[in-house]
């Protein structure tokens, strides 16, 4: 089968990487899609925030990076049907320092992705720490596509330069056909003039790669990770949830446009 790989990107933290993984991943699974998120930030938070709990994790995306398990191995279910999950640890804050002298340090996670294990799942998104580090570079190595969260504030565009010299860097060594998913605004407060403003500044910056779709500021999704439930599953009806099946509509749209060119 041939599968997507997504990487959700953006070295500023709080932006909402985790929070599109999880209910992207939810939503495409809900339609139908095979879904497995790895979880590459130490945080946990995209573990966490699907169900699985700290002393439950065993295997985790650090046995991954230091090749101690196999991707089958370590791939855990969700309560969400046709959604995986890689879990991280904070074993994963010391890894870079581990891997630093192996030649293939950053071709760790495609090496992973290149199995059949891996193609089972039509769709495979990766959740970055808030950083360009070692991790974030296997993340972008190994995808097809990255999709960029920003949030609807004054700043939104700062960061986003290194983010793409990164990309580009990327793409003229390890990863040639690296291509940018699409860029999501998060944390959209419509009563927020400043928010409008960021929203009209962002599309004129970056046209069409910016997604229709706009994923409001919603306190239930916000909830929804203390319950460890994705907002799709925690609170179907309220207006995040709903922007995220929207957003997973936008992103199977686009792969389809891809795919006939
Ligand atoms: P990142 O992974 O980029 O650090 P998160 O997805 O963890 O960002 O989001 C940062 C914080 O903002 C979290 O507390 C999260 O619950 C909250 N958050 C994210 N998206 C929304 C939203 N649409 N509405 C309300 N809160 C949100
Ligand atoms: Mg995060």
Redesign the pocket.
Same mark, same amino acid.
């Given at each position: 089968m041939l599968n997507r790989i997504i990487t959700i990107a953006?070295q500023?933290?709080?932006?909402?990487?985790?929070?599109?993984a999880i209910n992207l991943a939810t939503a495409l699974a809900a339609i139908g899609e095979n879904v497995l998120v790895i979880d590459l930030?130490p945080q946990g938070?995209a573990s966490t925030g699907l169900g699985i709990e700290r002393k439950e994790r065993r295997l985790s995306s650090y046995d991954l990076l230091t090749n101690s398990a196999t991707l089958e191995e370590i791939v855990v279910p969700t309560a969400v049907p046709n959604l995986s999950i890689v879990p991280s640890t904070m074993d994963l804050l010391g890894v870079e320092m581990e891997i630093s002298s192996a030649s293939d340090r950053v071709l760790r996670v495609k090496k992973a992705l290149q199995t059949d294990a891996a193609r089972r799942y039509s769709y495979v998104l990766i959740?970055c720490p808030?950083s360009l580090n070692l991790l974030t570079i296997n993340a972008m190595v190994a995808a097809h596509s990255i999709l960029v $969260?920003l949030q609807c504030e004054f700043f939104a565009l700062e960061g986003l330069s290194q983010l793409l010299e990164t990309v580009g860097q990327v793409r003229q060594t390890l990863n040639p056909a690296l291509d940018i998913q699409g860029i999501v605004l998060?944390?959209y407060d419509a009563r927020n003039n400043l928010a409008q403003q960021v929203v009209a500044d962002v599309r004129e910056h970056l046209g069409d790669k910016v997604y229709t779709t706009l994923? $409001?500021?919603?306190?239930r999704?916000?909830e929804a990770?203390s319950y460890g439930k994705p907002a799709i599953i925690y609170d179907l009806k309220c207006a995040?949830s709903q922007a995220y099946l929207q957003l997973a509509s936008e992103v199977i749209q686009r792969e389809r446009r891809r795919r006939a060119a």
């Open positions: 953006n500023k933290g709080g932006v909402g990487k985790t929070t599109t930030d938070n959740d808030p $969260p998060t944390m994923i $409001p500021r919603n306190v999704v916000s990770p995040g």
